[in-house]
C-alpha cells in the first residue's frame, strides 16, 4: 500500500545533482514535489525534465521545491544533465537524486515489482509545509505526466489550506469554489461576507478568494 495521504514524508540523505541534502532539512517549512524517473537516458523522462525546469517560476511562485530522483548513480545524472539542456532548450534547475541502491524509491514504494523489478513507476508526490503527504499519484513508466495538472493540484491544496474551500469537477485557477463541509455556515459568514451560492446546504459555491 505504501505511503497513504496524511502520512509523514520519509526523511532521507542522498546525493543529488545539486550536492547531498537531508530531505526534511531542504524543504523545512515548503511545500514539495518529490517525482520518480523511471532510468537516466531515457526519452519520456527526458522531456518531462525539461519541461518541470521551464516551470520554475511557477513552482518558486508557490514556494514548492522541486526534487526529481531517478535510481541510477549521480555520475549518469551529470552526464543526463547535458542531454537535457541540449534536447529540452532548459538546464536543469532543481536538484535529481541519485538513488542506486534503491533506499528513496523504497521509502516511498516508487517501485512496482508487477510492473518493473528494478525501474520505478512515475510517481508524484506533493508534500506539505508539515511534512505530510497532500497527494500521490502513480503512472507507468510510458506514459509522461502533466506538471500544468501538478500545478493545478498545489493551486487547490494552498486555497485549501488558506482558505478552507475545496475545488470542484475540472476547476483551474479562477474559478468558483466550495466551502468545505467542515466550515459552518456561521463561521463560512465570518469568512465569506460577500455570502456565497446554496445550490444545497451541502453544495456552497463561492468566487475564489484572492491568494
Ligand atoms: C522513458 O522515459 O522514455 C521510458 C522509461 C521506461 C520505460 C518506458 C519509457
Given at each position: 500500500?505504501?505511503?497513504?495521504?496524511?502520512?509523514?514524508?520519509?526523511?532521507?540523505?542522498?546525493?543529488?545533482?545539486?550536492?547531498?541534502?537531508?530531505?526534511?532539512?531542504?524543504?523545512?517549512?515548503?511545500?514539495?514535489?518529490?517525482?520518480?524517473?523511471?532510468?537516466?537516458?531515457?526519452?519520456?523522462?527526458?522531456?518531462?525534465?525539461?519541461?518541470?525546469?521551464?516551470?520554475?517560476?511557477?513552482?518558486?511562485?508557490?514556494?514548492?521545491?522541486?526534487?526529481?530522483?531517478?535510481?541510477?548513480?549521480?555520475?549518469?545524472?551529470?552526464?543526463?544533465?547535458?542531454?537535457?539542456?541540449?534536447?529540452q532548450g532548459t538546464a536543469l534547475n532543481f536538484p535529481l537524486i541519485a538513488d542506486p541502491d534503491k533506499t528513496v524509491a523504497n521509502l516511498?514504494?516508487?517501485?512496482?515489482?508487477?510492473?518493473?523489478?528494478?525501474?520505478?513507476v512515475r510517481s508524484v508526490f506533493v508534500i506539505g509545509p508539515d511534512k505530510k503527504v497532500k497527494l500521490k499519484i502513480e503512472y507507468p513508466?510510458?506514459?509522461?505526466?502533466?506538471?500544468?495538472?501538478?500545478?493545478?493540484?498545489?493551486?487547490?491544496?494552498?486555497?485549501?489550506?488558506?482558505?478552507?474551500?475545496?475545488?470542484?469537477?475540472?476547476?483551474?485557477?479562477?474559478?468558483?469554489?466550495?466551502?468545505?463541509?467542515?466550515?459552518?455556515?456561521?463561521?463560512?459568514?465570518?469568512?465569506?461576507?460577500?455570502?456565497?451560492?446554496?445550490?444545497?446546504?451541502?453544495?456552497?459555491?463561492?468566487?475564489?478568494?484572492?491568494?
Amino acid at each position: 500500500m505504501g505511503l497513504l495521504l496524511g502520512d509523514e514524508a520519509p526523511n532521507f540523505e542522498a546525493d543529488t545533482t545539486e550536492g547531498r541534502i537531508k530531505f526534511h532539512d531542504y524543504i523545512d517549512g515548503h511545500w514539495a514535489v518529490l517525482f520518480s524517473h523511471p532510468k537516466n537516458f531515457t526519452p519520456v523522462c527526458t522531456t518531462e525534465l525539461g519541461y518541470t525546469a521551464k516551470l520554475k517560476p511557477e513552482f518558486e511562485k508557490r514556494d514548492v521545491k522541486v526534487l526529481g530522483l531517478s535510481v541510477d548513480p549521480i555520475e549518469e545524472h551529470k552526464a543526463w544533465v547535458d542531454d537535457i539542456e541540449e534536447t529540452q532548450g532548459t538546464a536543469l534547475n532543481f536538484p535529481l537524486i541519485a538513488d542506486p541502491d534503491k533506499t528513496v524509491a523504497n521509502l516511498y514504494s516508487m517501485i512496482h515489482p508487477k510492473a518493473d523489478n528494478t525501474l520505478t513507476v512515475r510517481s508524484v508526490f506533493v508534500i506539505g509545509p508539515d511534512k505530510k503527504v497532500k497527494l500521490k499519484i502513480e503512472y507507468p513508466a510510458s506514459t509522461g505526466r502533466n506538471f500544468d495538472e501538478v500545478l493545478r493540484v498545489i493551486d487547490s491544496l494552498q486555497l485549501t489550506a488558506k482558505h478552507q474551500v475545496a475545488t470542484p469537477v475540472n476547476w483551474t485557477d479562477g474559478d468558483d469554489v466550495i466551502i468545505v463541509p467542515a466550515l459552518s455556515n456561521d463561521d463560512a459568514k465570518k469568512k465569506f461576507p460577500d455570502g456565497w451560492n446554496e445550490v444545497k446546504p451541502y453544495l456552497r459555491i463561492v468566487k475564489q478568494p484572492k491568494s
